[in-house]
């Protein structure tokens, strides 16, 4: 089963905007949550299923969208209730696939971690790797396009202020 693109991913108001949370919000932001989750987990099963990386389409599409999504509603910001940034969103898939326990026992036992794990563990870096790159250029493109630089071009590296 694929995951519903982000564009169809139920967006409530509250992820829309800023607010102050309510009981209703806090549901809300949990059902979002569970669902980019999800649906997250379902790209990088699918992956490991058909053993292609992460970092090629339509994977790296999808799980863009589930970042553009994340942080439209404040997800990705390290202070975030949602947890969505990459340590929340890989910490919380390693809880989901067994992965604490798993090397915990592999450390404990200095065996080998079995093969489905190691796989699992491999999604995680790939996918930890890929959203702090997206949050870093996130976070970085007003510097680069609404400060002033309205060329369009990339300010100048190496050549001295004149």
């Known amino acids: 089963m694929r995951p519903v693109k982000s564009s169809h991913l139920n967006l409530s108001p509250i992820h829309q905007r800023k607010c102050t949370p309510t009981v209703e919000s806090d549901v809300s ?15 990088l099963r699918s992956c490991e299923e058909s053993r292609r990386p992460l970092e090629v389409e339509p994977a790296r599409g999808e799980l863009f969208e589930l970042f553009v999504a994340a942080s439209q509603a404040g997800g990705t910001a390290e202070e975030s209730p949602l947890n969505l940034a990459a340590d929340g969103l890989c910490q919380s898939l390693a809880e989901k696939w067994g992965l604490k326990s798993a090397t915990e026992n592999w450390l404990r036992q200095n065996a080998n971690l079995p093969p489905e794990q190691l796989a699992r563990m491999r999604s995680l870096w790939s996918l930890l790797r890929m959203w702090m790159e997206w949050t870093y250029a996130w976070e970085r493109w007003p510097d680069f396009h609404h400060s002033g630089n309205h060329s369009g071009q990339a300010p100048s590296i190496g050549k001295p202020a004149s």
């Open 29 to 43: 932001e949990v059902n979002f949550r569970n669902s980019l989750l999800d649906q997250v987990d379902a790209i």
